[in-house]
């Protein structure tokens, strides 16, 4: 399986100031047909995870644009350019490269 | 609007039975992958099994293998979890997922 490892579990911050989320997966999540299966989830408190990104960078809609993915390979970023108090909540990374999809462990963001 | 609406969720003994049902509204019900993901109490995500389009694929992450079924009806716009000799380590809240749109889940508790 592959396995998704994302720094840091916890993430304090400042309301306004930016946050960023490593994820990084043990295989390179290219496809064969040149493609990288990779999402951000977004899970608030008390509620069902919510897609934000898809394939490395494409925001959803209604995903505000202060959230930005990167990464290419094995090494992705979420962005958070500005945290809003709506952001607190667990992210997850998440690769559909390979059966079984697999998850990072997720990271909390709350508010300092 | 798009609506996963989870229900058969409940309580079982270890080794019964349970079946999960997901109504799915406002999507293209029979061209939509469909899958299952569950998060164990205060635990992340897995993504247990999934579907494709016209049923005749269907994949699994290991601890599920042989136990669970995934199945669809694509006249009925519904995705089904057959879930068999359940242990304590299946309690968790299942959510219906299709793309970027979940459902609100169902709470699955195995206990004696």
């Known amino acids: 399986d592959v396995g998704m490892t994302q720094s840091p579990l916890s993430l304090p911050v400042t309301l306004g100031q930016p946050a960023s989320i490593s994820c990084r997966s043990s295989?390179?999540?290219?496809?064969?047909?040149?493609?990288?299966?990779l999402n951000w989830f977004q899970q608030r408190p008390g509620q069902s995870p919510r897609r934000l990104i898809y394939m490395v960078s494409n925001r959803d809609s209604g995903v505000p644009d202060r959230f930005t993915g990167s990464g290419s390979g094995t090494d992705f970023t979420l962005r958070i350019s500005r945290v809003e108090a709506e952001d607190v909540g667990v992210y997850y990374c998440m690769q559909y490269t390979q059966w079984p999809h697999t998850f990072g462990q997720g990271t909390k963001l709350e508010i300092k | 609007e798009v609506q996963l609406v989870e229900s058969g969720g409940g309580l079982a003994r270890p080794g019964e039975f349970l079946r999960l049902s997901c109504a799915a509204s406002g999507i293209t019900f029979s061209i939509s992958w469909m899958g299952w993901v569950r998060q164990a109490p205060g635990k992340g995500l897995e993504w247990v099994a999934t579907t494709n389009p016209d049923g005749n694929q269907k994949a699994y992450v290991d601890s599920v293998k042989g136990r669970f079924t995934i199945s669809r009806d694509n006249t009925k716009n519904s995705v089904y979890l057959q879930m068999k000799s359940l242990t304590t380590e299946d309690t968790a809240v299942y959510y219906c997922?299709?793309?970027?749109?979940w459902g609100r889940g169902a709470l699955v508790t195995v206990s004696s």
């Open positions: 997922v299709s793309g970027a749109h």
């Open positions: 295989q390179s999540l290219v496809h064969s047909d040149g493609n990288t299966y």
